[in-house]
């Protein structure tokens, strides 16, 4: 990958209190069975309608897991670290606020609240809040990630 394809935003360009935003993404049950085939995770609550009817929430619900997977590939289609990412360190604090229905659609605000300088990686640790919102604005997932990116220089 050569400069002219990096989109994305190298280590010192975050700054504390920058918002990116992502597009939305509807959760379809085509997205449910195929994350209890790829997990293995075949739980009723996931999978049985009937089941799901008779459970607290009234309906088939999506894997929470499933959920938090879309979220980063929403994060990653915004850009922002399309060839300055080093690697995915840390996930911590992640909530699971509300449950995601089929149908719903969820969008994800990223903020960054902290940055960190690694020399010896030639680039930093920056660390942020999401808060994942379904399509009544009601925030489904939260929590903290920590990203490594690449340094300008």
Known sequence: MNSADVRGLYFEQYEIG???TSQGRTITEADINAFAGLSGDF???HTD???A???AFGQRVAHGLLVTSIVSGLAVQTGFM???VIAFR???QW???NPVFIGDTVTVVIQVTNTKKMSRLNGGAVTFNLNVYNQSNSVVQRG???ILLKSQT
């Open 18 to 20: 920058m918002k990116i």
């Open 49 to 51: 309608e009937v089941y």
């Open 90 to 92: 840390e996930i911590s």
């Open 95 to 97: 909530k699971f606020s």
């Open 53 to 55: 009817s008779n459970s």
């Open 43 to 45: 739980n009723q609550i």
């Open 144 to 146: 903290e990630w920590v």
């Open 82 to 84: 399309e060839g300055t």
